[in-house]
């Protein structure tokens, strides 16, 4: 079995495993426990928050544990319309946000926000004359990812971010797919919160960040014993969030070792096979800034779910796996205008960091003839 769905999600890294088992019965000790027994449980939550914080390259107050990408997600939106700064009241989000965006932005328009979705190019970058018109006195948050789980297509966050703070609005990224794939910086990117998500990147399931920019005051989301400095009630996943620090160690070693330009030249030379030898495929996002893992295709008449059941040694992602007629296909690939037709023919393979040359080559072989075969 060839697997290419790291955009779905990863396996815990060995490493990280090792450093989560200490604490599931050993060090198990309520990291707020006045004891010293307690001590070793508090200092792997601090070690894990500095070291996230070095990989996006802040400092260890920005970073608050949270239970995944999409309560960050749920958490920057919700908080942002909790406070409301100024009184704004508009949201802006792109068209191809993932649903922990999308569908709390629809929660807040029912709440009294004016949601607005921001159009991407035939290549799936949000257009920023689109975003410039839009941005007006009542706008407060821009909520912009920083890369397509579909396409892996990079927005441009950091001139989004400029645009929005001239006009006064605060800026969410949802970064989950991005972090440990390419360098993300906040300072860089210029944003106010950031969504992390440890599944993503050789962490564990169910524990996630939210970067919160100095100075900036977000109401909880959860209320409860006041841990996290008050930012997130709940006792913390001690073990989760020692594994999403050595997810995050790891993943500062293997950017700065080249990781992401050898993983490019593997996705690229499987997009040059399938080009080469699937008459008609067509490549969505390719000649926009992308993650270096992820290769999004469509071949001629065939649905993505159907390509890949033809597909047995292949684990990939589609679109969506419906079969209703009604099925418009991906909203991703309809938001950069691609007809229906080619919409539900999506199939995501996103690489991994230990995905081989040979992997490729056999991929690439199954991926043509499923294609080549009629049915
Ligand atoms: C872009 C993006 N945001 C948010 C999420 C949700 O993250 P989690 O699964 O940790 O809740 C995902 C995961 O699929 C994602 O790809």
Not at 63 to 74: A, Q
Not at 150 to 159: F, K, L, N, R, S
Not at 209 to 234: C, T, V
Not at 282 to 296: D, E, K, Q, V, W
Request: proline share 6%; hydrophobic share 45%; net charge neutral.
């Amino acid at each position: 079995m060839i697997y290419l769905d790291f955009n779905a999600t990863t396996p815990v890294a060995p490493e990280a495993v090792a450093a989560m088992s200490t604490f599931w019965s050993g060090d198990f000790y309520n990291p707020s426990a006045p004891y010293p027994e307690a001590t070793t449980a508090r200092a792997a939550v601090e070690d894990a928050r500095a070291a996230l914080a070095a990989l996006l390259g802040s400092t260890p107050d920005t970073v608050v544990w949270t239970g995944g990408g999409t309560e960050s997600d749920n958490w920057a939106l919700r908080g942002w319309w909790a406070s409301r700064p100024g009184g704004r009241r508009r949201l802006l989000i792109s068209a191809v946000e993932h649903p922990a965006v999308a569908e709390t932005a629809a929660a807040l328009r029912a709440e009294g926000a004016q949601v607005a979705a921001l159009p991407v190019d035939d290549r799936g970058v949000v257009r920023l004359d689109a975003l410039e018109e839009a941005l007006d006195v009542s706008t407060g948050l821009v909520s912009v990812m920083l890369a397509n789980n579909e396409t892996g297509t990079i927005q441009p966050v950091a001139e989004i971010a400029r645009l929005a703070h001239a006009a006064g609005a605060l800026v969410h990224t949802d970064a989950a797919q991005a972090v440990g794939k390419i360098e993300v910086a906040v300072g860089d990117l210029g944003v106010d919160l950031l969504t992390v998500a440890g599944h993503k990147f050789y962490g564990p399931k169910g524990i996630g960040a939210l970067y919160i920019r100095p100075g900036l005051e977000l109401p909880p989301l959860l209320a409860g014993g006041g841990q996290e400095r008050g930012r997130r009630s709940g006792t913390e996943n001690v073990p989760a969030v020692a594994g999403l620090g050595m997810a995050a160690r790891l993943a500062r070693t293997w950017l700065d070792s080249g990781g992401p330009d050898r993983q490019a030249r593997l996705r690229d030379d499987l997009e040059k096979r399938l080009r080469e030898t699937v008459p008609g495929c067509r490549i969505f996002g390719r000649s926009a800034p992308r993650l270096p893992n992820t290769l999004a295709l469509a071949v001629p008449g065939r649905q993505g779910a159907a390509l890949l059941a033809a597909c047995p040694g292949i684990r990939a992602g589609t679109g969506s796996a419906c079969h209703h007629p009604d099925d418009t296909g991906s909203p991703t690939l309809r938001a950069m205008g691609v007809a229906p037709d080619w919409a539900r023919g999506l199939v995501r393979l996103s690489l991994g960091r230990g995905t081989t040359a040979a992997d490729i080559e056999a991929a690439a072989g199954i991926l043509r003839r499923a294609a080549l075969r009629s049915d």
